[in-house]
Each structure stands twice: as C-alpha cells, then as structure tokens.
C-alpha cells in the first residue's frame, strides 16, 4: 500500500463518501486493513489524483474535491472483529472474515484475492496496475512489519542501452556525473548494429 505519512492525519469529515462505511460492515467493532485511492477515468488507482483530496482541508473545499473526484476505499483484510483478533489467524481465514463481514457498494471494494498468482499479474498489467501484492494463504498479520510471507510484485520494464557521453555534475554533484547521453541500440534492415 502507499505510504501515506507525508499527509496530514485524517478525520472522518476530510472523506466525508467514507461515512456509508458502518452501514456496509456486519459489526459494532471492526478493524479493516484498506487503502483509499482515487479512480482515473478508466478506473485505475491514481496517487496523483488522490494528493488534492487528502491536502483538502476546508468544508466547501472538501465537499467540491469530494463531489468531483471521489475517494474509494479497497479493502484488504480484517484484524478484529468486536472484541476477537484475527491477527493469529491464517490470511486465507481472515479474507473469508472479511468477505462475510462486507458488504460491497458504491465505493466501498473487496477487491478479489485469486490462487493464480500469474493469472493477477497478468491481469494487472493489462489494467495498467502498479502490480500485485502475494500473500501466502497461512500467513498471519504482523503490523507495522515487512514479512517474507508478503510479496509486492512490482511491473517492471528494461531498456537496453549504451552510454555515448556525460556531462560534470554542478552543485551539490559538482566532481561527479550530472548527466548521462544515451544511446538505444537497434538493428538495421539489412542486420547492422546501430545506436538511436
């Protein structure tokens, strides 16, 4: 998930759509592990979108960024449900908590969990998705730290490339590189090496 502590902390009224939450949740008492993000206008998660809903800090300037692009919020697991943590509880038993305890609506998501890992990236990728998180199904919930059990599954691409220059760094790179010249080798028609 984006690391979000660079915003400043939240209250209900800063997300004023998230306020169907409780009506959507089968308990009194849960803790859900989510994400908010904002839609592109093909439905892909955008972080730049979401930077002016979570700097909005005034009433009408809240109620105009919520009205124009509105927040949702995905949902990932459950760690408690009214008095009963389910940190010790297995991922695979967590998310069936979690799918009964939800109910999907408006801009509240249960995003699928499938058992093709291949399958998501895939998909993903096609989606135009930053990638995929893999979660081994008898994984516990451990706050606040990385497990191996957890895998974000980031899309990559590479580029071949050769460096033909470079230029001496000013400033604060001054005695180092500042810039580089690259070159993206291609062949010819007729099979003979050459740098575009």
């Known amino acids: 998930h984006r690391d ?5 902390t939240r209250r209900s009224s800063d997300l004023p759509e998230l306020a169907v939450l409780p009506e959507l949740v089968a308990a009194h008492h849960a803790v859900l592990d989510g994400e908010i993000v904002a839609l592109d206008d093909d439905g892909r998660p955008s972080f730049s979108m ?53 109910t999907e609506r408006g801009i509240v998501h249960v995003p699928p969990a499938g ?44 580029v071949e490339v050769v460096v033909v220059g470079w230029k001496e760094g000013s400033g604060s790179r001054s005695g180092k590189v500042g810039a580089l010249l690259l070159a993206v080798p291609e062949s010819s028609d007729d099979g003979e090496r050459l740098l575009r």
């Open 4 to 8: 979000l502590h660079s915003f400043p």
């Open 50 to 102: 979401l930077q002016p809903r979570m700097q909005a800090s005034k009433e009408p300037e809240i109620a105009r960024a919520a009205q124009r692009r509105p927040v949702h919020l995905m949902l990932f697991d459950v760690l408690q449900i009214e008095d009963t943590s389910l940190l010790d509880e297995p991922y695979v038993d967590r998310r069936d908590a979690l799918e009964a305890l939800v």
């Open 115 to 158: 058992t093709d890992g291949p399958a998501a990236a895939r998909t993903s990728a096609e989606l135009g998705l930053e990638g995929v998180v893999a979660k081994r199904r008898d994984s516990r919930y451990r706050p606040g730290r990385r497990s191996p059990s957890w895998l974000k599954i980031k899309h990559t691409s590479s």
